[in-house]
């Protein structure tokens, strides 16, 4: 069974451009949560999809959206990119919900981001 | 608010021996608590878990155990090889929407 894909893989911006990450999660895993991993801050949550719909979301500004479609498949989008954009954004899929059970969460390989 | 700590930040073994990483946690709804090996270039990697109706799991060299009372929770990893050797993450979840994660432990697997 193939892993969660991220595409790309890596992306160069500049300030105030918009960006645009796509991820593709296990096959029959309906829920995707997105993270930003940065060496000061770690791991921190974004928000998480279920059935196209929006579950949670994280502290971070509105600049930070996303969207899941009817295969499961999520977009996350950064617009008005600033510095400390630059990170590695990862997303995870699991079968559920975190919300609803303790589904564990399986992680892409993710997307580099630069903002310079 | 909730918060995981985990230490040390950066462990260095020998070949062979064990290694013991520790998270606490603050959330006393917590049930949950994955651990997570991230290499460089990759994205973290579940490599063992334990809900908490269960005080301790093994897999192969790698062993979880976990104390409620004390909100304490560790990885031990047995005959480290340097394949061992990469960031690991622990993590702790209460069913809530999130993951709460460690800041992370570099292992590195000295030959």
Partial sequence: KAGVTQTPRYLIKT????????CSPISGHRS??????????????????????????????????????????????????????SALYLCASSLTPTSSYNS????????????? | GENVEQHPSTLSVQEGDSAVIKCTYSDSASNYFPWYKQELGKGP????????????????RIAVTLNKTAKHFS?????????????????????????????????????
């Avoid at chain 1, 502290?59 to 930070?64: K, L």
């Avoid at chain 2, 993590?91 to 460690?102: D, E, L, N, Q, V």
Wanted: one cysteine or more.
């Fill in chain 2, 75 to 111: 990885l031990h990893i047995t005959e480290t090889q340097p394949e061992d050797s990469a960031v690991y993450f622990c993590a702790a979840s209460s069913g809530t929407y999130k993951y709460i994660f460690g800041t992370g432990t570099r292992l590195k697997v000295l030959a």
């Fill in chain 1, 104 to 116: 564990p969460l399986h992680f892409g390989n993710g997307t580099r981001l630069t903002v310079t």
């Fill in chain 1, 15 to 22: 300030r105030g451009q918009q960006v645009t990450l796509s």
């Fill in chain 2, 45 to 60: 990697q579940l490599i063992i878990d334990i809900r908490s109706n269960v005080g301790e799991k093994k897999d192969q």
């Fill in chain 1, 32 to 85: 995707v949560s997105w993270y930003q991993q940065t060496p000061g801050q770690g791991l921190q949550f974004l928000f998480e999809y279920f059935s196209e719909t929006q579950r949670n979301k994280g502290n971070f500004p509105g600049r930070f959206s996303g969207r899941q479609f009817s295969n499961s498949r999520s977009e996350m989008n950064v617009s008005t990119l600033e510095l400390g954009d």
